[in-house]
């Protein structure tokens, strides 16, 4: 069981909005900013979003977060068949001093 | 270029040590925290350990406390992961992860990954 909550699964058609939330606590999303991950599969994780809504140079504008409380949220508009990946949101967690990660959500692109 | 490259991992019995080691180059790892990150063959990504910058402190999952040692060479450009009394459990793609100042707990440099089979 993961410390930080996601849906397993969420699906969109071409061109649609889709978001993904993630829910933690007080002792990590409450306190902490969170970062998100894209997986494809077969590779290793990539950064997407850091401190809650940041962008790396290369992850484009369709991609953006945010952060209420103790919840935080991925949302990625003009959904592409590229975007079909796994995503995970991380946070530090300062009761565990330890960082931890979301279960993962499937994204399909119908 | 920007790399991490990992090395180490194959196949193991209980209860045995294995060490992985993790290569930097391209940017300034004595500035970077660096983590080791698992994820078990098809679930999800689990943290297991990271070091800072200067390897003064450490910190580990639940899993892996008393068993796994995160450890580093600043002058030789080297993460390791020490694992002993290895479980089945342990078995996963071993990924090593560049968490540059001030960025939250964020990995922005990641390793291809080299696995780790814990079995009989």
């Given amino acids: 069981q993961s410390v930080l909550t996601q849906p397993p699964s969420a699906s969109g058609a071409p061109g649609q909005r889709v978001s993904i939330s993630c829910s933690g606590s007080r002792s990590n999303i409450g306190r902490n900013t969170v970062n998100w991950y894209r997986q494809l599969p077969g590779t290793a994780p990539k950064l997407l979003l850091h401190k809650n809504d940041q962008r790396p140079s290369g992850v484009p504008d369709r991609f953006s977060g945010s952060k209420s409380g103790t919840s935080a949220s991925l949302a990625i508009s003009g959904l592409q068949s590229e975007d079909e990946a796994d995503y995970y949101c991380s946070a530090w967690d300062g009761s565990l001093e330890a960082v931890v990660f979301g279960g993962g959500t499937k994204l399909t692109v119908l | ?120």
């Fill in chain 2, 1 to 120: 270029q920007v790399q991490l490259v990992e090395s180490g991992g194959g196949v193991v019995q209980p209860g045995t040590s294995l060490r992985l080691s993790c290569a930097a180059s391209g940017f300034s790892f004595n500035t970077y925290a660096m983590h080791w990150v698992r994820q078990p063959p098809g679930k999800g990504l689990e943290w297991v350990a990271f070091i800072w910058s200067d390897g003064v402190h450490d910190y580990y999952g639940d899993s892996v406390k008393g068993r796994f040692t995160i450890s580093r060479d600043n002058s030789k450009n080297i993460v390791y992961l020490q694992m002993n009394n290895l479980r089945a459990e342990d078995t996963a793609v071993y990924y090593c992860g560049g968490d540059p100042p001030q960025s939250g707990w964020a990995l922005d440099i990641w390793g291809q990954g080299t696995t780790v089979t814990v079995s009989s």
